[in-house]
C-alpha cells in the first residue's frame, strides 16, 4: 500500500502524463523509475531532535554570531497562515544551520530545507532525511523522471509544510550573487496554493567559514564529497570568529502567479532575486574589500570606503557601517588575522588577491550600474 504523499504524487496530471509516456518513456519502467526517486526525496522533521542537535554542532555555531532583521515579516505571514517558501541566497555550508536556526530561536515555525544531494552520504544524511527534513536536490540534472517527480514532490509537500531553499542552486564560489534558477519556484507555484508567498531572505558574514577554499576554485568544477569539503571547514575553522546577518523582506504573493505561464514564473524568479540582493547586508569586510588596492595607505582606502558608502547609500542599500573609519577599524583585523591582508607602516597589503576578491564581489550587485549583466 502506497504512503499518502506518493499516492499524491502519483495522481498530479504532470506526472500521470509522464507515466502516460508524455516524454518517450512509459508503463513499469517510467513507474519504477517514480518511484525510485521518490524514494530519494522522502524525508522526515523531527523538530524536537533537530533543536537537540545545536548541541553537537557547538563547535562550529559558537564561531558564528546569529543576527537578524526584519523578522516581523515572517512573524506577520506565520500569523496570517500564509504558506511560505523561504528564498535565500547562498554562501556557505553554514548556511543550512544558520537560517533554520534564526527562525527556531523567535519561534518560529521550522521549513523544510531543499539541500544538494552531494549532503546526503554518511551520518549527516541520516540526520538530514531523519531529523532536520531536508529534501535531496539533484542540481543541474536534465533527467524527465527527476524534474517531473522533484516538482509534484514540492507541490505536494507544501501543502502540510514550508520550504526554506536556495534560487542559486549551490554556493556562490565567486563571491558575487548568482542568477537564480527558476526550478523550484515554478514547482511551488504548482501546488496552487492562494496563500502562497515567497520571503525573500539574505545573509551576509563578516567571514565565510570556506572562503579560501571558494575563492581559490572561482567556479564549481565538480561535486566534491560533504567529508572531503567539511574537512577543509573544520581546518580554516581553527581561529575563525564571524557575524551573520539574516535579513527577511517583505512577503511576496505568489498564489496568484500562473505556472504555466513563463513570462509569470521568470519575472516572479527576478523579482526574488532582486529582493535578496536588496536584503544583502553590506558588513565592513565587503567594503573594505571592494576599496582595497594592491597597496594602499589607510588615508586613501578611507576616502575610496567613503565614496562607496555614499553610493551605496544614494541605492538605499542595507548598510553595516557608515563610515570608512570604522569600516576599517571593524574589518582590519579579522581580514589580517585571515591572512588576507597585512598592515606595514601605515599602508594596508594584499596577501591573498583571490579571497579579497572574493569579498569585494559580495556587494557587486550593489554597485552595478543599471542596464549592466550581473
Known amino acids: 500500500m502506497l504512503d499518502e504523499i506518493t499516492q499524491a504524487v502519483l495522481d498530479r496530471e504532470e506526472v500521470v502524463r509522464y507515466l502516460r509516456g508524455s516524454i518517450g518513456e512509459r508503463g513499469g519502467q517510467a513507474r519504477e523509475r517514480v518511484h525510485a526517486y521518490l524514494g530519494e526525496l522522502r524525508t522526515t522533521q523531527r523538530h524536537a531532535i533537530y533543536r537537540a542537535l545545536q548541541h553537537p554542532l557547538y563547535p562550529i555555531l559558537r564561531k558564528i554570531e546569529r543576527k537578524h532583521e526584519n523578522l516581523h515579516h515572517v512573524v506577520a505571514a506565520t500569523r496570517a497562515q500564509h504558506r511560505i517558501v523561504y ?12 537560517e533554520p536556526l534564526v527562525l527556531d530561536d523567535n519561534g518560529i515555525r521550522p521549513p523544510l530545507i531543499a539541500a544538494g544531494i552531494n549532503l546526503f552520504g554518511g551520518p549527516l544524511g541520516l540526520i538530514h532525511r531523519h531529523v532536520t527534513g531536508a529534501i535531496p536536490i539533484r542540481r543541474n540534472t536534465k533527467d524527465p523522471a527527476d524534474l517531473v517527480t522533484l516538482k509534484a514532490y514540492i507541490a505536494e509537500i507544501l501543502k502540510k509544510h514550508d520550504l526554506f531553499f536556495y534560487p542559486e542552486g549551490g554556493r556562490s564560489y565567486s563571491g558575487e550573487l548568482k542568477p537564480a534558477k527558476t526550478g523550484l519556484i515554478h514547482a511551488a507555484l504548482t501546488a496552487n496554493r492562494p496563500d502562497l508567498v515567497i520571503i525573500p531572505a539574505a545573509i551576509a558574514y563578516d567571514l565565510v567559514l570556506e572562503d579560501h577554499v571558494l575563492a581559490k576554485q572561482r567556479v564549481k568544477k565538480h561535486q566534491r564529497p560533504f567529508t572531503r569539503e567539511l574537512a577543509e571547514m573544520v581546518r580554516y575553522a581553527v581561529g575563525y570568529r564571524s557575524r551573520a546577518f539574516v ?11 500562473d505556472p504555466q505561464s513563463r513570462a509569470d514564473v521568470l519575472e516572479l524568479t527576478r523579482l526574488t532575486r532582486a529582493r535578496i540582493g536588496a536584503l544583502y547586508k553590506v558588513l565592513p569586510t565587503a567594503i573594505f574589500a ?12 578611507e576616502s575610496r570606503i567613503d565614496h562607496l558608502l555614499e553610493e551605496l547609500a544614494a541605492k538605499r542599500a542595507n548598510l553595516g557601517v557608515t563610515s570608512g573609519r570604522d569600516a576599517i577599524d571593524l574589518a582590519a583585523e579579522p581580514l589580517e588575522t585571515r591572512g588576507i591582508v597585512v598592515a606595514e607602516r601605515g599602508r594596508f597589503r594584499v596577501r591573498e588577491r583571490s579571497v579579497l576578491r572574493y569579498y569585494g564581489r559580495t556587494i557587486e550587485h550593489l554597485l552595478a550600474t543599471p542596464g549592466r549583466p550581473h
Open 247 to 257: 535579513t527577511f523582506g517583505a512577503p511576496i504573493p505568489a498564489g496568484d502567479c
Open 87 to 98: 528564498a535565500s541566497n547562498h554562501k556557505s555550508h553554514t548556511d543550512y544551520l544558520v
Open 290 to 301: 571592494a576599496a582595497m588596492r594592491p597597496s594602499i595607505t589607510r588615508r586613501d582606502l
